[in-house]
């Protein structure tokens, strides 16, 4: 267990729907990071969070937002979804945003677009 | 261009031997680390180990090393003494300290399919 929860684990949803993925980052750690894991591209990083302020943007649709919180929870916020949205979509985190920090991930999210 | 290079997409091992797992980098920064992580048929991902590139020997975890070769921009994984639950999906990463863009992000190879026969 790598500390970082996820929820939900799966969620089954259709072609324009909006949902919301949640993350949890392991006690202490300030940093959020979401990744895309699908057949076609592997694994991509959408974005970063770093004591509740956005860090980077990587391969992050327009459609898909994201936010830290004061709590540090994160979410990331996927609208009008179309069929190849369907993925894996891991959250890691790390203690700090600079140097080389191992991230540690979540169990993921399994997104079906129907 | 950063870039993670995973030439194996699938190998298979015998229980209780040593397999390697191949993983080359491209990179112009100095300075960077390199993970592996493993991803069960469950889907989590799992750190498994992790590499300086100033690093002067070569990381180990248990049954896990990291056979780190700067010259040649290698950093393969070995596991020694292989277990059946081992088999899973393998991922070599890599995250420059000082990137065009420093998004603090990974980059990840294709991944090798590890499948250990009893």
């Known amino acids: 267990d790598s500390g970082v929860t996820q929820t939900p684990k799966h969620l089954i949803t259709a072609t324009g729907q909006r949902v919301t993925l949640r993350c949890s980052p392991r006690s202490g750690d300030l940093s959020v990071y979401w990744y895309q894991q699908s057949l076609d591209q592997g694994l991509q990083f959408l974005i970063h969070?770093?004591?509740?302020?956005?860090?980077a943007k990587g391969n992050i649709l327009e459609r898909f937002s994201a936010q830290q919180f004061p709590d540090l929870h994160s979410e990331l916020n996927l609208s009008s979804l179309e069929l190849g949205d369907s993925a894996l979509y891991f959250c890691?985190?790390?203690?700090?945003?600079?140097?080389?920090?191992?991230?540690?991930f979540g169990p993921g999210t399994r997104l079906l677009v129907l | 261009a950063q870039k993670i290079t995973q030439t194996q997409p699938g190998m298979f091992v015998q229980e209780k031997e040593a397999v390697t797992l191949d993983c080359t980098y491209d990179t112009s920064d100095p300075s960077y680390g390199l993970f592996w992580y493993k991803q069960p048929s469950s889907g989590e991902m799992i750190f498994l180990i992790y590499q300086g590139s100033y690093d002067q020997q070569n990381a180990t975890e248990g049954r896990y090393s990291l056979n780190f070769q700067k010259a040649r921009k290698s950093a393969n994984l070995v596991i020694s003494a292989s277990q059946l639950g081992d088999s899973a999906m393998y991922f070599c990463?890599?995250?420059?300290?000082?990137?065009?863009?420093?998004?603090?992000?990974?980059?990840f190879g294709q991944g090798t399919t590890l499948q250990v026969k009893p």
């Open positions: 969070y770093y004591n509740g302020e956005e860090r």
């Open positions: 990463a890599m995250r420059e300290e000082h990137g065009s863009s420093n998004t603090g992000k990974l980059i």
């Open positions: 890691a985190s790390s203690v700090l945003a600079g140097g080389i920090q191992t991230q540690y």
